[in-house]
Structures are given as C-alpha cells and as structure tokens.
C-alpha cells in the first residue's frame, strides 16, 4: 500500500523542485554571462536544496511504479539516489568556493578543474538524467499515470543526458548547442515533469483518502 500522506508531500516537493529548477537555471546563466556571485551563489543553494528534494519525489515514482518491473524501478531509485547525493554535494561545494574565497591565487588552470565528486555534471546531470530515463519507461506503462507524462519525463531525461556530454565534450558552457540543451531542459522539460508529477501525485493522494 502506497502511503497517501507521503504521495500529498512528494507532490508538493515535486512542484518545489520545478520551481528551483527554473530559479537554477535562471541563476546560472546570470553567474554565467555577468559573472555575479549572488547569482552564483543562489544557483549553489538551489542545486544543494534541490538535490534533497528530487529524491523524495524519486522515492515517490518508485512507489508508483514497482508493479510495472520491480528491478527496473530498483535501478532507477539508486540513479536518482546518486543523482540526488552528487546534486546536494555539488551544490554545498560551490556554495562553499562563493562563500570562502581562496586568498592565494590558484595556479594556473587549477580553477578549470572538474569537482572531484561530481565531474562536469556526471551525478548532477547524467545519473540523475538516466534515472528519468528508466522512471519515464515505466511510468509510461503503468495504467493509472497519463502516458504523456511519462514520455516527458523519458524526453527530460534524454536532455539531461546530452547536457552532461556536452558539458564534458564540448566543455565550454556558453557554446550555443549546449545553452539551447540547457535551456530545453531547464526551463522547459525539466519544470514541466515536475509540475505535471506533483499534481498527479497530489490527485493520486486524495482519490486515495486520508492514509
């Protein structure tokens, strides 16, 4: 039995993680063409905050979907747990590099290294990008869930995937294909699921009483 009272909170987390996302990217791109730190500094809180968030309403599709492939729905918790851990530690260094600027300079091209923890948005966007993935493929075919929803979440996925490798091919942020990516998946893609989910899960919550 799917538990009513945690299904009305992942509803309400997933409408919040639309919301960071759309406030991320917004922030990043400011902190990216203006170089502002606030900007830099609010992208940081949201990626950290969003991280922990994304996760209960991972937990909650899980729960939606374990009937339809158990083992399908066991690999795309554990994405999305590494996507959500790589986001929150992610997020907590940059807001850490904002908040306690090194007094040394760095050496050169030390300031170009990838996080260690999360190199150039493997957790954040890839892993994170395959959980939607394989939680698209199984909301797609589970009865009481739109299939349009679950053909978004496979397209957001998808983009979250393409970020990533052109985050780590192409490298440079400000190339247009990466930002027209970017831009589809964090304004578009991305914040649509999420809304979308958070109502589905919030109707699911009420037709199913008070449990």
């Not at 900007?39 to 968030?53: E, H, P, S, W």
């Not at 578009?188 to 919550?205: E, H, K, T, Y």
Request: hydrophobic content about 55%; charged content about 10%.
């Amino acid at each position: 039995m799917r538990s009513a009272t945690y299904e009305r909170f992942a509803g309400l987390c997933a409408i919040a993680v639309a919301v960071g996302g759309l406030v991320y990217s917004i922030a990043f791109m400011t902190n990216l063409k203006t170089g502002n730190v606030s900007a830099g500094k609010v992208a940081a809180v949201v990626l950290m905050g969003g991280g922990i968030l994304s996760l209960v309403v991972m937990v909650a599709i899980y729960g939606l979907v374990r009937d339809v492939d158990a083992d399908f729905a066991r690999l795309g918790l554990l994405l999305a747990t590494l996507g959500a851990l790589g986001s929150t530690v992610h997020g907590g260094s940059d807001l850490a590099r904002f908040l306690h600027k090194v007094s040394q300079p760095l050496p050169k091209g030390l300031g170009d290294l990838p996080n260690a923890v999360d190199p150039r948005g493997l957790l954040t966007f890839a892993m994170s990008g395959l959980a939607l993935v394989v939680f698209g493929f199984l909301l797609v075919r589970t009865p009481s869930i739109p299939v349009r929803l679950g053909q978004v979440g496979f397209v957001a996925g998808g983009l979250l995937v393409i970020v990533y490798l052109g985050r780590l091919i192409i490298l440079n942020p400000k190339n247009p294909v990466v930002l027209a990516v970017a831009s589809a998946s964090g304004f578009l893609a991305g914040p649509g699921f999420f809304v979308w989910l958070g109502l589905v899960l919030r109707r699911g919550a009420a037709r199913s009483g008070p449990a």
